[in-house]
Every structure is written in structure tokens, then in C-alpha cells.
């Protein structure tokens, strides 16, 4: 499908053609564009006049409209494969995709329903979660690891999904390897903020290849991983329901999640007083939908192991994409991860 390059292209017309596909005999009159959220994607909140009285009045389009949406379009079109492919195939709190379209240019978009016309609370990495909301966070992250897990056709079914190896993962090996790039973020605040220890780009990199080579063992179960589950991609329903959003699916261990999800979202002393029993209980959530869990010695094993996944992304990650204070405040929370769980040591490096 022909995707717009800029917002004058997102015409009645156009948005007709994409929406009717899965809703049909839906015609759009007229559109225009409530506000613009800049960062890896262009975020638009449109409104949209249709023939349809049911049809909701705002939706959220997602669409590479920034200087630097060239570098992403992987990016892009993995989430488009994540609403097209994967949710339907997982029981997932996740928003309704109304339209997900590519283009042979490598291109993708998605349209979402309006979160906020139902009132949900969205929440941010400044304000770390709680015991017990982390618990059903876990709950549904089981429920989505569990439908595809060790799953035969795994990789043939989800071949469009990257895994977490050094060339997926080229970007940020780029600036990690690139001495003048790596300085930038080393000496911004999330570096200072960082124990020096960390600030060794060999040794960080020696980590992620320990990392994938474990990944790689027999006894390693793997998933379809949400990919990027951090506070701000997570939010509640009305009801206190757990939502998932903003998905970067990837293929690898079922710990890259949980490491991430766990370090990322609670306060630094209390992941130190938590970690252990939230992993128990993810495990024990993994029993009750079928699956033979891994052990807990395991577990807390690969949970150590993948600390060194969203150090990597916190420590260079664009403050194009988040803001300065987001970035130190996630790397801070990885950075004492790695010393706390001697992360180093877990990989021999």
C-alpha cells in the first residue's frame, strides 16, 4: 500500500483505503490532526469523521516522519509485523490496531485505537511500580511467553522478528565500538551517573557475546519476546487491568524480558528486596498455563546473565527517543543492576 511521507498525505481518501480493510463499508469524510508526538516514531492523534456512528473519533497513527525514521524503519516494520502478526496470536492486553500497513521501501505504519478514550493511566519510568503491580505485569507477561514457548515453528512463524544477536543489534554495537560516540553518552549525565567500572566498552561488548552464546544453549527456553518492556510502554486500565504497548518483538530467551521489565520498572532498593520472589512468581504463573518452567536457580541464573541486554540500551540510547532524565534514570537502574548481580562475573568476562 502507498504509505504518506508527510502529514498532507494522510487525506479522507487515503485513510479510507487503509481502514476499510478491516472494517468494511467504511468510508472516512474528513480527517485532521489533534497533535504530534515526536521520538523514534511520529506519533499522531487523528480525527477522523466516518459514516459510521460506533467508529471511535480519535485514533493514533504511528509513522516515520522524523529526520532520523530513515535509520528506523526496521524498527517500524517490526511493530508492524508485532499488530498484524503476533497479537493476534497471544492473549495480550494490548491496544486495537485498526489499520497496519508497508511498503516495498521498507516502510510500515500502524493505526491504534486512542488509549485515552477509555481512560487509562499510563505509566513512566520516573515513577517506578509497586510489589503487587508488578506481580500482574508478570502475569500477563507469562500468559504471552507461554503461548509460543520452545514452540517448534517458532522461528519459521516469526522469521520477521530479530533475535539478540550483535547484528541486530548493529546500532547501538556501532556507538559502543566507535570510541568518539561512546564518549558522548559517557559523559552525559547517565554516564556520571554510572559506576566507572561500566564505562568499558571491550568488556561490555565481550558481556553481550557471553550473553547470546548462553542464549543459545539446549536448556535455554526461547520466546517471542515483547522486546522493549519498560515503564512507558506499559499502562492500566480503568479497572487496573495491565496493558502492553509499543512492542519490539524479538526472538531469544524469556529472561531478556523479565531482566528488563524487573530492573527497568522498580525502584533501585526495591528490586534488591523483590527480584528473587518476583521471579518465583513468574515462574509459578508459567506452571499454571502449561509450561515446565525452568528451576529457580535457573532462573535467577539468566536473570543475572541479561542484565547486560538493557545496559546496553540504556546506556545508548538516543535522547531523540527519550528524554535525558528517562535515559539516567534507566541506565542508573541497570548500571547497580550489573554490580549488584555481578553480571560480569555471571558471564566471565
Not at 502478526?85 to 492486553?93: A, S
Not at 486512542?114 to 519510568?125: A, I, K, M
Not at 522493549?228 to 502492553?244: I, R, S
Amino acid at each position: 500500500m502507498r504509505l504518506p511521507t508527510d502529514i498532507s498525505d494522510i487525506t479522507p481518501a487515503w485513510l479510507t483505503e487503509l481502514l476499510s480493510k478491516d472494517e468494511p463499508g467504511l468510508v472516512v469524510d474528513s480527517v485532521s490532526i489533534v497533535d504530534v508526538q515526536h521520538g523514534a516514531c511520529t506519533k499522531l492523534r487523528v480525527a477522523a469523521r466516518t459514516n459510521r456512528n460506533d467508529f471511535p473519533s480519535t485514533l493514533m497513527m504511528k509513522v516515520g516522519f522524523e529526520p532520523h525514521s530513515i535509520a528506523m524503519q526496521q524498527m517500524h516494520v517490526n511493530e508492524y509485523h508485532a499488530y498484524a502478526d503476533l497479537i493476534p496470536t497471544v492473549d495480550l492486553n494490548a491496544p486495537k490496531c485498526f489499520g497496519a500497513a508497508k511498503d516495498d521501501e521498507g516502510r510500515a505504519l500502524v493505526v491504534l485505537e486512542d488509549l485515552c478514550l477509555r481512560d487509562v493511566e499510563f505509566l513512566t519510568l520516573q515513577n517506578p511500580i509497586g510489589f503487587d503491580l508488578a506481580k500482574r505485569f508478570l502475569e500477563g507477561l507469562a500468559r504471552f511467553h507461554a503461548r509460543w514457548w520452545n514452540a517448534p515453528d517458532l522461528d519459521s512463524r516469526f522469521g520477521w522478528a530479530p533475535d539478540t544477536s550483535e547484528d541486530c543489534f548493529a546500532h547501538y554495537f556501532h556507538l559502543l565500538d566507535t570510541p568518539e560516540q561512546f564518549q558522548r553518552y559517557a559523559t552525559a549525565p547517565r554516564g556520571a551517573a554510572m559506576p566507572k567500572m561500566l564505562l568499558d566498552p571491550p568488556r561490555v561488548h565481550a558481556a553481550h557475546v557471553a550473553m547470546t552464546a548462553a542464549h543459545s544453549s539446549k536448556n535455554m527456553a526461547m520466546v517471542v519476546n515483547h522486546g522493549d518492556m519498560h515503564l512507558g510502554n506499559l499502562y492500566l486500565d480503568a479497572d487496573g487491568t495491565p496493558g502492553f504497548l509499543d512492542m519490539q518483538p524479538r526472538r531469544g530467551a524469556w529472561s531478556i524480558d523479565v531482566s528488563y521489565f524487573l530492573i527497568a520498572g522498580l525502584d533501585l532498593v526495591d528490586r534488591r528486596r523483590w527480584e528473587g520472589t518476583l521471579i518465583q512468581h513468574y515462574l509459578n504463573c508459567l506452571t499454571k498455563e502449561g509450561v515446565d518452567a525452568p528451576a529457580f536457580d535457573a532462573a535467577w541464573a539468566a536473570y543475572r546473565r541479561d542484565v547486560v541486554w538493557g545496559l546496553l540500551i540504556w546506556m545508548l540510547n538516543s535522547s531523540q527517543f527519550q528524554t535525558e532524565a528517562n535515559n539516567t534514570a534507566a541506565a542508573t537502574r541497570f548500571a547497580m543492576a550489573m554490580v549488584d548481580l555481578d553480571t560480569f562475573g555471571v558471564l566471565g568476562v
